[in-house]
C-alpha cells in the first residue's frame, strides 16, 4: 500500500504543504479552521510523521542562503550585504547564489538550498518553481521574499510599490508635455516584472497615448534593451521620451543612446525605475523612480531575524514601500501636440 505523503494531505484539504508542515511542526501562523481542517485531512489519510526528517531539521546548520537574480545589480548587492551584516551579528553565515533570472537554475540553486539544510533564505524569485519552495518551506526553511512575490506562494514578503512607482514615471513625462513616450519592460513572469508593466500601460492608457509598438519587452538584459532602443530610435517617429523598468536595462538604453550620438535631454529624456546609488557619477544626473535600496535591506533583514530567534509562531508578514521620484536633469520639458 502507497504511504501517504505530506503532499497527500496538503491536497486532501485544499491548503499548500508549507501550511501542512507549520501543522505538524507548530511553527508558524495558520488560522484555527484551517489548523482542524489540515488535523482532520491527518486523521483521515492516517498520516504518519517523518520523526527522523524532523529530527535532522531541528539542528540548526546556522546558514542562510540568499539567492538573488543579477550578482552584477548593486541594488540586489545592497540588500545582500544588509543581510550579511544581519546574520554576522547572531552568529549565521551566508550563501550567496544568483539565478539570472532562469526558472531551470533556480530550480538547481534550490536543491543546493535543500541540501545545505539552510535555516532560512532571502529569495528574489523568478516567479516559478512553486512546488519546491513549499518543500523547503515543509522542511521548515523561513523564506523571506524580496522584490518580486512568488507565484501562489505565502511568503514573508518586502518590496517597491511597484505599479505605483512605474505609473508615476510615465505621469511625470506626460506632465512635461510628452506623448509618444516608449517603454522598456522586462517581462511579466514574475510581479515586479507585471506590476511595472500594467503601472506604465495604464498611465500610457489614461492619457490615450498607448502605442503598443513603443512598449518592448527586454526581459531585465542589457544587451536586449540596446537593441529594442536601436529598434524605437529607429522608428520613421521616434519616442520623444523613453521609460526603463531597471537598472539593467537602463545601461543598454544609454549605449544605444552613446552610439547614436545624442544629448540627453535635448535628443531624448528618459526616466528610470532604479537605485541611485548605480548612477552617482553619471552625468547628466539621470530622473529616477529610486528604489529605497536601504529600507529595504533592513526591513528583509529584520524580518529574516525575526523567523531566526522568535520561536513563538506569528502570521505571515509583509511591507511595501514606495519609492520616490529623484527629478534629475534627463527629462526635458516639451511642447504638448
Known sequence: MKRTTIKDVAKYAGVSIATVSKVINKKGYVSQATREKVQHSISILKYQVNANAQSLKALKTKKVAVLVSDISNMYLMSIAKRVEETIRAIDYHM????????????????????????????????????????????????????????????????????????????????????????????????????ERYHGAVEALKEEGNYDERLVLQANFREEEAYLK?????????????????????????????????????????IIAFGDQAQWKLFTPTITLMTQQARQIGLEAS????????????????????????????????????
Open 95 to 194: 550563501i550567496l547564489m544568483s539565478h539570472n533570472d532562469n526558472p531551470e537554475t533556480e530550480a538547481e540553486l534550490f536543491q543546493i538550498v535543500l541540501q545545505q539544510q539552510v535555516d532560512a533564505m532571502v529569495l528574489i524569485p523568478t516567479g516559478a518553481n512553486k512546488d519546491i519552495v513549499e518543500r523547503m518551506m515543509a522542511s521548515g526553511i523561513h523564506v523571506i521574499a524580496v522584490d518580486r512575490r512568488v507565484n501562489n506562494v505565502e511568503t514573508d514578503y518586502v518590496a517597491d510599490d511597484n505599479f505605483t512607482g512605474s505609473y508615476e514615471s510615465i505621469k511625470y513625462l506626460q506632465r512635461n508635455g510628452h506623448s509618444r513616450i516608449g517603454v522598456l519592460y522586462g517581462h511579466t513572469s514574475n510581479t515586479i516584472g507585471a
Open 302 to 337: 529584520m524580518m529574516l531575524k525575526n523567523r531566526l530567534l522568535i520561536e513563538e509562531s506569528y502570521p505571515i508578514r509583509e511591507r511595501i514601500i514606495n519609492p520616490v521620484l529623484h527629478v534629475g536633469e534627463t527629462v526635458t520639458m516639451i511642447n504638448k501636440t
Open 229 to 269: 532602443t536601436m529598434d524605437l530610435l529607429s522608428l520613421p517617429t521616434p519616442p520623444t521620451a523613453i521609460y526603463s523598468c531597471n537598472n539593467t536595462m537602463t545601461l543598454g538604453l544609454l549605449q544605444a543612446v552613446k552610439e547614436r550620438n545624442m544629448k540627453l535631454p535635448e535628443d531624448l529624456s
